[in-house]
């Protein structure tokens, strides 16, 4: 393999790459990213076993041809380069390295037998196959991904819950996410041939990649939904990822359809107001209490080791008296969600879950669990 290729195109397929690749693990070749140089195109390929990313970009093909090398100790060497230069891609048997050259810097990198890659993409399109905006797969990611949970022994709730929503009001493509102590729900367009989308758990590491390719992507993502993985492709960068194995539990269950205690804030000054409360929250909780009643909500913290704190805003509110609990991270992670200017938060009683919703984008949804305060 002899390649030449600009470094700034370089650079970019290995910064997808490497941040698919883990750092630690027991098959050295999974380190690897596999360049294959073929007709006017470098292909590069990174995998974990879980999640594959392939991208094509053009380059100069004097010899074609297949190399594996570490996808992090390249990433590196190219983003050290000077900028605009040249960079030169070659295998040579004589030492069984790749040779990295670039003006006067010259590297050479250990590699692996190409023909050892695990392959994970299926290039069957076997699925359903649906094509849909990029900014409303964006939003979609960017609305639920901070209530994906982190607990391995719930793994089901590891990643956002993608599903077909058909009933109700117009049809639509929902993304729910939640680890049991708050709930984001987002709807988008149903994209034509969507109907028929089983609903799938995409693992927090494909979201957390996928989301930073859309940062490249065009105007539509192609996506593919099997019952065991999902396939996301625009602009010559295609993501694979395995489905988690599991089922997602009942959302609807959790969200509350009776409370009818109704606050309405001005979302930027009751965000604002919440974090500077909560600066002298005790760590672990993070605790907040909502006193509210006649157009007036109390925002107080008590913290016996590092002080209290009290704030007052002008709401509207014409209910009968309330006092809730909750962690002030999850109330800021939900206020910095809503685009416009007022939140709505729908209380029932201290105890029980209270719905949010954006008062200017009704297809938005939260729902967060109170704490005992």
Known sequence: MKVTIERA???????HAQSVVERRNTIPILSNVLMRADGGTLSLTATDLDIEILEKVPADIEQPGAATASAVTLFDIVKKLPDGGQILLETRGETGRLAIESGKSSFQLAILPDQDFPALTNQSDDGVHFTMPANALRRLIDKTRFAMSQEETRYYLNGIYLHAELDGGSPSLRAVATDGHRLARLDADLPN??????????????????????EDAGDEIEITVSESRIRFFSNDIQLTSKLIDGTFPDYRRVIPDGNDRVLTVDNADFRRAVDRVSTVSADKTRSVKLSLEDDMLKLLVNNPEAGSATEELSVDYQAEKLDIGFNAKYLLDIANQVDGETAVFHFADSASPTVV?????????YVLMPLRV
């Open 9 to 15: 195109t370089l650079l970019k397929a290995l910064s």
């Open 357 to 365: 919703t954006d008062a200017e984008d009704p297809r938005a949804l």
């Open 193 to 214: 041939g969507a109907e028929d989308i089983p609903g799938v758990i995409v693992p927090r590491k494909a979201v957390l990649e996928l989301r930073r390719l859309l």
